[in-house]
């Protein structure tokens, strides 16, 4: 493991707009509401404009910039980097980051697609460092409360998985050609970008996929050029493009326990900002969960007595609740950001105890062989199975 000073965890970190702002929010609240083992310290932010880095780092609270993410790597008082760039950088940043041992926290998806995630899993195999994926909505308490229910086996055998993840921020056919809209940058449209949380809950819940089939569509063909300006804003150029990843994705899956699950996510669906909701059915109950209202979690119980049977909303605030005790009194709600602070207390312990902590690039892997699995099923308008994937590119994860 890297040798870690004065029990401090020094964080470079690459990429300083949205997920550059929410990591960096997380990694300076933590104190405030942890005991964490380590004190994570702002050490360095990476950006390639100067003088927007360094204002960056200013706001943010870094005591160091750098303008090649390289350099970062070289510095020997970083002890995690903190991948926060588009999709197309993961894989070369990751594997470099992994040869020069330092710990890494990469934002998802993890790669533009299976060849890469199964790269970049060679890469981390073997080294004497902690990876972790940002799958952040697995560490809602909500989630984290349906994930023991569902252990304790309060949900019996689970039959159903239903899950969407609905946005509708690119409707609009001016909101110019970012790079989430470029294949080259991003790999895929909604499938990398919001599909695949989904695909990572599911598989917390409920466990690993076998088999899928799937559509995906774009409905905007062409749009006017233009970059990202932060959070999901954009800012217009010059000229037009074509959108060549879908705008929307759906599929049917087949999961290794026998549960049945269906899929959709898409960023045209009118009124739903950001829909993030799951439901699992099993023998003996349901669950239902909805990030938009992320403080509660819906459940039903097959065993309540007839006549007041239904569901109830459970408030996953309680101390007795995952993470709750960190925050506020019952009923004192938290939000987005603090799923990140969840998230980081988890890698912040695993670095300290040298365990590997979960989603890992494990998860990533599995994760991507799922979506190129809903790709390549789109094409052939089959069924496509996980596990010859996985052998394709010579994974063996079990
Ligand atoms: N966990 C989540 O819920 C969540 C939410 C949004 C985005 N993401 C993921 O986070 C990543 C970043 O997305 P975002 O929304 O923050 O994007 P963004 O466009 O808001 O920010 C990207 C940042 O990366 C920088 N950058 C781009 N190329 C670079 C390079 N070669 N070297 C150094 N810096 C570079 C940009 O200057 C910018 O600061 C993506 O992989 C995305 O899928 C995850």
Redesign the pocket.
């Known amino acids: 493991m890297v040798g870690l000073k004065d029990n401090q965890l020094r964080v470079g970190m690459?990429?300083?707009?949205?997920?550059?702002k929410a990591h960096s929010h997380a990694y300076r609240d933590l104190p405030f509401f942890f005991d964490a083992p380590l004190t994570p310290v702002l050490q360095a932010l990476?950006?390639?404009?100067e003088t927007a880095v360094k204002a960056a780092a200013d706001r943010f609270g870094f005591a160091s910039f750098e303008t090649d993410?390289r350099r970062l790597l070289e510095r020997d008082d970083i002890d995690l980097i903190d991948i926060?760039?588009?999709?197309h950088?993961?894989a070369e940043i990751v594997i470099a980051a992994a040869q020069a041992g330092k710990h890494i926290l990469c934002?998802?998806?993890l790669a533009m697609n299976l060849q890469e995630a199964a790269a970049i899993w060679q890469a981390v195999q073997g080294r004497d460092l902690v990876h972790m994926l940002?799958?952040?909505?697995r560490f809602a308490p909500a989630i984290q409360f349906a994930k023991k229910l569902i252990s304790e086996g309060r949900l019996g055998q689970i039959y159903h998985v239903r899950a969407a993840y609905l946005q509708d921020w690119i409707m609009d056919p001016a909101y110019p050609l970012v790079?989430r809209l470029q294949k080259e940058v991003s790999g895929s449209g909604a499938l990398?970008?919001i599909a695949s949380?989904i695909l990572d809950l599911a598989r917390f819940l409920v466990g690993e996929i076998a088999s899928v089939c799937g559509m995906m569509e774009t409905f905007i063909k062409e749009r006017p050029i233009g970059e990202?300006a932060?959070n999901l804003q954009a800012v217009q150029g010059e000229g037009s493009g074509s959108v060549d990843v879908d705008d929307a994705v759906a599929f049917l899956a087949r999961f290794e326990n026998g549960a049945l699950g269906v899929f959709e996510a898409t960023r045209f669906a009118a009124g739903n900002r950001n829909k993030n909701k799951i439901e699992i059915n099993g023998s003996l109950g349901s669950i239902r969960w909805d990030l938009e209202n992320m403080n509660l979690l819906e459940v039903y119980f097959d065993q309540d007595e007839p006549g007041l049977q239904g569901f109830r909303t459970i408030t996953v605030t309680e101390d007795i609740h995952p993470y709750s005790g960190h925050y506020w009194p019952a009923g004192h709600i938290i939000g987005y950001e603090h799923t990140f602070l969840n998230m980081l207390d988890e890698l912040i312990n695993g670095i300290a105890d040298q365990r590997q902590v979960q989603p890992s690039f494990a998860d990533g892997l599995r994760n991507q062989a799922v979506m190129e699995a809903v790709q390549r099923s789109t094409v052939t308008k089959s069924w496509v199975n996980i596990a010859d994937l996985l052998q394709e590119v010579g994974v063996s994860l079990n």
């Open positions: 690459i990429g300083y707009k949205f997920m550059g990476c950006g390639r404009d993410w926060g760039t588009p999709n950088t993961h934002e998802k998806p940002s799958h952040n909505y790079w990398g970008d949380h990202m932060g």
